[in-house]
Protein backbone atom coordinates (compact mmCIF):
# COMPACT_ATOMS: atom_id res chain seq x y z
CA UNK A 1 0.00 0.00 0.00
CA UNK A 2 1.29 2.96 -1.27
CA UNK A 3 1.81 6.08 1.52
CA UNK A 4 0.96 9.59 2.08
CA UNK A 5 2.87 11.31 -0.73
CA UNK A 6 3.88 15.25 -0.05
CA UNK A 7 6.13 17.41 -2.33
CA UNK A 8 7.92 19.11 -2.53
CA UNK A 9 9.88 18.20 0.13
CA UNK A 10 11.98 21.19 1.22
CA UNK A 11 10.60 24.86 -0.02
CA UNK A 12 12.87 27.90 1.14
CA UNK A 13 11.26 31.45 0.65
CA UNK A 14 11.21 35.37 1.44
CA UNK A 15 8.39 36.47 3.59
CA UNK A 16 5.42 38.04 1.14
CA UNK A 17 5.99 35.56 -1.11
CA UNK A 18 3.79 32.66 -1.67
CA UNK A 19 3.90 29.04 -1.82
CA UNK A 20 2.13 26.17 -2.28
CA UNK A 21 2.07 22.23 -1.38
CA UNK A 22 0.26 19.25 -2.43
CA UNK A 23 -0.92 16.29 -1.45
CA UNK A 24 -1.48 12.85 -2.41
CA UNK A 25 -3.62 10.51 0.30
CA UNK A 26 -3.88 6.69 0.63
CA UNK A 27 -5.95 5.42 -1.83
CA UNK A 28 -9.33 5.20 -0.46
CA UNK A 29 -8.97 7.27 2.54
CA UNK A 30 -11.76 9.60 2.49
CA UNK A 31 -10.32 12.07 5.39
CA UNK A 32 -7.97 14.26 4.30
CA UNK A 33 -5.90 16.50 7.22
CA UNK A 34 -3.16 19.27 7.17
CA UNK A 35 -1.64 19.71 10.16
CA UNK A 36 1.36 22.40 10.82
CA UNK A 37 4.63 21.44 13.09
CA UNK A 38 6.49 24.35 14.54
CA UNK A 39 9.83 22.88 16.04
CA UNK A 40 9.84 21.16 19.38
CA UNK A 41 5.95 21.50 19.15
CA UNK A 42 3.30 18.70 18.30
CA UNK A 43 1.59 18.73 14.85
CA UNK A 44 -1.54 21.31 15.00
CA UNK A 45 -4.59 20.82 12.67
CA UNK A 46 -4.63 23.25 10.05
CA UNK A 47 -7.60 22.08 8.14
CA UNK A 48 -9.68 18.74 7.65
CA UNK A 49 -11.39 17.44 4.99
CA UNK A 50 -14.60 14.86 4.38
CA UNK A 51 -13.82 13.96 0.50
CA UNK A 52 -14.02 17.13 -0.64
CA UNK A 53 -15.47 19.02 2.05
CA UNK A 54 -14.63 20.86 4.72
CA UNK A 55 -14.64 19.82 8.55
CA UNK A 56 -12.98 21.83 10.44
CA UNK A 57 -10.92 24.72 9.70
CA UNK A 58 -10.81 26.82 13.08
CA UNK A 59 -7.51 26.87 13.19
CA UNK A 60 -6.80 27.89 9.69
CA UNK A 61 -5.62 31.53 8.92
CA UNK A 62 -7.87 32.33 6.85
CA UNK A 63 -6.16 35.59 6.17
CA UNK A 64 -3.24 34.24 4.07
CA UNK A 65 -3.51 30.75 4.30
CA UNK A 66 -6.50 28.11 1.89
CA UNK A 67 -6.73 25.12 1.11
CA UNK A 68 -8.87 23.04 -1.30
CA UNK A 69 -9.52 18.50 -2.06
CA UNK A 70 -10.82 19.07 -5.88
CA UNK A 71 -12.32 15.57 -6.67
CA UNK A 72 -12.34 14.24 -3.12
CA UNK A 73 -8.17 12.68 -3.75
CA UNK A 74 -5.66 15.40 -4.02
CA UNK A 75 -5.26 18.36 -2.09
CA UNK A 76 -3.41 21.80 -1.74
CA UNK A 77 -1.95 24.06 0.30
CA UNK A 78 -1.37 27.49 -0.24
CA UNK A 79 0.17 30.38 1.76
CA UNK A 80 -0.21 33.76 0.21
CA UNK A 81 1.43 35.90 1.59
CA UNK A 82 3.80 34.42 3.80
CA UNK A 83 5.01 35.20 7.44
CA UNK A 84 8.49 34.53 8.98
CA UNK A 85 6.40 32.76 11.89
CA UNK A 86 4.64 30.42 9.09
CA UNK A 87 8.28 28.71 8.56
CA UNK A 88 7.50 24.90 9.92
CA UNK A 89 6.89 21.57 8.63
CA UNK A 90 3.63 20.87 6.75
CA UNK A 91 2.21 17.53 7.24
CA UNK A 92 -0.68 16.03 5.24
CA UNK A 93 -2.14 12.77 6.58
CA UNK A 94 -5.23 10.58 5.59
CA UNK A 95 -7.27 8.20 7.20
CA UNK A 96 -10.48 6.00 6.84
CA UNK A 97 -13.97 7.15 7.70
CA UNK A 98 -15.28 4.89 10.02
CA UNK A 99 -14.96 4.46 13.49
CA UNK A 100 -11.10 4.80 15.36
CA UNK A 101 -8.54 5.08 12.35
CA UNK A 102 -5.49 6.53 13.18
CA UNK A 103 -4.36 8.98 11.02
CA UNK A 104 -1.58 8.11 8.30
CA UNK A 105 0.73 10.88 7.69
CA UNK A 106 3.04 12.14 5.07
CA UNK A 107 6.77 12.87 4.95
CA UNK A 108 6.02 16.60 5.35
CA UNK A 109 6.97 19.44 3.34
CA UNK A 110 10.15 21.58 5.75
CA UNK A 111 8.93 25.72 5.06
CA UNK A 112 11.79 28.27 5.92
CA UNK A 113 10.85 31.94 5.05
CA UNK A 114 13.60 34.18 5.89
CA UNK B 1 -4.41 25.86 27.19
CA UNK B 2 -2.69 22.13 26.29
CA UNK B 3 -5.41 19.25 26.52
CA UNK B 4 -2.56 16.60 25.93
CA UNK B 5 0.49 16.65 27.72
CA UNK B 6 3.77 14.90 27.71
CA UNK B 7 5.90 16.20 30.57
CA UNK B 8 9.04 14.72 30.02
CA UNK B 9 11.03 16.28 26.71
CA UNK B 10 13.58 13.43 26.64
CA UNK B 11 14.09 9.93 28.10
CA UNK B 12 17.63 8.05 27.64
CA UNK B 13 17.36 4.18 28.71
CA UNK B 14 19.66 1.44 28.50
CA UNK B 15 19.40 -1.36 25.89
CA UNK B 16 17.62 -4.28 27.07
CA UNK B 17 15.48 -2.43 29.79
CA UNK B 18 12.06 -1.16 29.64
CA UNK B 19 11.13 2.44 28.46
CA UNK B 20 8.12 4.18 30.12
CA UNK B 21 6.37 7.40 28.26
CA UNK B 22 4.03 9.37 30.01
CA UNK B 23 1.29 11.60 29.02
CA UNK B 24 -1.75 13.47 30.58
CA UNK B 25 -5.24 15.42 29.23
CA UNK B 26 -7.56 17.26 29.84
CA UNK B 27 -10.39 17.10 28.26
CA UNK B 28 -12.89 14.13 29.21
CA UNK B 29 -14.38 13.65 26.26
CA UNK B 30 -11.62 12.23 24.39
CA UNK B 31 -12.06 8.80 23.76
CA UNK B 32 -9.58 7.83 20.84
CA UNK B 33 -5.49 7.71 22.09
CA UNK B 34 -2.56 7.41 20.09
CA UNK B 35 1.31 7.01 19.94
CA UNK B 36 3.24 7.85 17.08
CA UNK B 37 6.82 7.20 16.62
CA UNK B 38 8.84 10.00 14.44
CA UNK B 39 12.69 9.99 13.38
CA UNK B 40 14.35 13.32 11.80
CA UNK B 41 12.69 14.46 8.58
CA UNK B 42 10.28 11.88 8.03
CA UNK B 43 6.27 11.57 9.46
CA UNK B 44 4.89 10.53 12.09
CA UNK B 45 4.51 6.76 12.17
CA UNK B 46 1.70 4.91 13.98
CA UNK B 47 2.50 3.03 16.92
CA UNK B 48 -0.29 2.10 18.40
CA UNK B 49 -3.67 2.83 20.13
CA UNK B 50 -6.52 2.37 22.41
CA UNK B 51 -10.14 3.43 22.78
CA UNK B 52 -11.57 4.80 26.15
CA UNK B 53 -13.31 1.20 26.78
CA UNK B 54 -10.18 -0.76 27.26
CA UNK B 55 -7.08 -0.23 29.84
CA UNK B 56 -4.73 -1.62 28.18
CA UNK B 57 -3.67 -2.70 24.00
CA UNK B 58 -0.57 -5.02 23.66
CA UNK B 59 1.36 -4.64 20.37
CA UNK B 60 4.51 -7.23 20.70
CA UNK B 61 7.22 -5.04 22.25
CA UNK B 62 4.88 -2.06 23.15
CA UNK B 63 2.00 -2.09 25.09
CA UNK B 64 -0.29 1.48 25.79
CA UNK B 65 -2.31 1.72 29.28
CA UNK B 66 -4.92 3.71 30.02
CA UNK B 67 -6.46 5.49 33.57
CA UNK B 68 -9.00 7.06 32.62
CA UNK B 69 -10.44 8.43 36.47
CA UNK B 70 -6.48 9.63 36.23
CA UNK B 71 -6.99 11.03 32.78
CA UNK B 72 -3.10 9.41 32.12
CA UNK B 73 -1.53 7.22 29.63
CA UNK B 74 1.80 5.32 28.91
CA UNK B 75 3.75 3.25 26.36
CA UNK B 76 5.83 0.84 27.48
CA UNK B 77 8.65 -0.89 25.33
CA UNK B 78 10.06 -3.56 26.11
CA UNK B 79 13.23 -4.50 25.78
CA UNK B 80 13.99 -1.47 24.32
CA UNK B 81 16.03 -1.18 21.54
CA UNK B 82 18.73 1.26 19.71
CA UNK B 83 16.36 1.82 16.60
CA UNK B 84 13.68 2.62 19.25
CA UNK B 85 15.30 6.20 19.29
CA UNK B 86 12.86 8.75 17.98
CA UNK B 87 10.66 10.97 19.29
CA UNK B 88 7.66 9.90 20.45
CA UNK B 89 3.83 11.66 20.43
CA UNK B 90 0.75 11.15 22.36
CA UNK B 91 -2.22 12.02 20.69
CA UNK B 92 -6.46 12.11 21.05
CA UNK B 93 -9.41 12.41 19.69
CA UNK B 94 -12.84 12.92 20.18
CA UNK B 95 -15.52 10.98 18.46
CA UNK B 96 -18.57 12.67 16.88
CA UNK B 97 -21.39 10.61 16.16
CA UNK B 98 -19.11 8.02 14.13
CA UNK B 99 -16.93 10.70 12.62
CA UNK B 100 -13.51 10.89 14.35
CA UNK B 101 -12.53 14.42 15.20
CA UNK B 102 -9.23 15.39 14.52
CA UNK B 103 -6.43 14.38 16.51
CA UNK B 104 -4.58 16.49 19.50
CA UNK B 105 -0.70 16.11 20.07
CA UNK B 106 1.50 16.73 22.93
CA UNK B 107 4.88 17.75 22.40
CA UNK B 108 6.59 14.61 22.57
CA UNK B 109 9.17 12.97 24.81
CA UNK B 110 12.79 11.93 22.82
CA UNK B 111 13.48 8.53 23.75
CA UNK B 112 17.37 7.76 23.11
CA UNK B 113 18.28 3.93 23.46
CA UNK B 114 21.68 3.39 24.65
CA UNK B 115 23.09 0.01 23.47
Known amino acids: EAGVAQSPRYKIIEKRQSVAFWCNPI?????LYWYQQILGQGPKLLIQ????????DSQLPKDRFSAERLKGVDSTLKIQPAKLEDSAVYLC????????????FGNGTRLTVT | DQQVKQNSPSLSVQEGRISILNCDYT??????FLWYKKYPAEGPTFLIS?????DKNEDGRFTVFLNKSAKHLSLHIVPSQPGDSAVYFC??????????????FGKGTKLSVKP
Open chain 2, 27 to 32: NSMFDY
Open chain 2, 50 to 54: ISSIK
Open chain 1, 27 to 31: SGHAT
Open chain 1, 93 to 104: ASSLNRGYSPLH
Open chain 2, 91 to 104: AASQNYGGSQGNLI
Open chain 1, 49 to 56: FQNNGVVD
